[in-house]
């Protein structure tokens, strides 16, 4: 396994299983390695992983801790850090945050999010993505009569009406 994936999934197992501590080091480490450079040392994601990508895996691993203020905050970072090539990616961390957003109850701002980044990521062909649409929509569903859930339902009806796969780390939360 790659020094990059083995990061990433490092990031995302101690999130995923509630791993505060562990979850938020393993990020400063990959910050630190990011504003060192290059180096003997530095693990080969540092060279393609941008600034913007760093901070929408922190926001990430932070809905997964049900940390939604330190999401939202990570998740701007990332917005200000990508520029306007990246809606892939954007689309990707911003379904992940109104995730969260619904986690805690809070459906309006979870139908607002998903909403915008199901139209900024209507044409993302990615697995994760429909991972995180699968995730979502599980979570939503029993909200089905709630007036925002029942609006971003019949907006995506391809949400609704169809299989979507869910992620493993769903499983966790």
């Not at 450079?37 to 901070?55: A, F, I, T």
């Not at 619904?102 to 980044?117: K, M, P, V, Y």
Request: proline share 2%; hydrophobic share 35%.
């Amino acid at each position: 396994m790659s020094w990059r994936r083995f990061s990433l999934a490092k990031r995302a197992f101690f999130a995923a299983t509630g791993n505060k501590a562990r979850a938020y080091s393993a990020l400063e480490k990959s910050f630190e390695f990011y504003e060192r450079g290059e180096g003997d040392d530095h693990p080969p994601y540092v060279d393609w992983v941008s600034k913007g990508e760093l901070h929408g895996q922190a926001a990430g691993c932070a809905v997964l801790l049900g940390d939604t203020t330190r999401a939202q905050h990570e998740f701007d970072a990332a917005k200000n850090s990508y520029g306007t090539e990246s809606y892939r990616s954007m689309s990707l961390h911003m379904l992940r945050l109104a995730y969260g957003y619904a986690q805690s109850g809070e459906i309006e701002h979870a139908c607002s999010l998903a909403t915008n980044a199901l139209d900024i990521g209507q044409d993302v062909k990615s697995f994760r993505f429909d991972e995180v649409k699968g995730d979502l929509i599980y979570l939503l569903k029993p909200n089905i009569a709630n007036r925002y859930v029942r609006h971003l339902m019949e907006k995506y009806r391809s949400l609704a009406d169809s299989s979507l796969p869910r992620s493993r780390l769903a499983a966790y939360g």
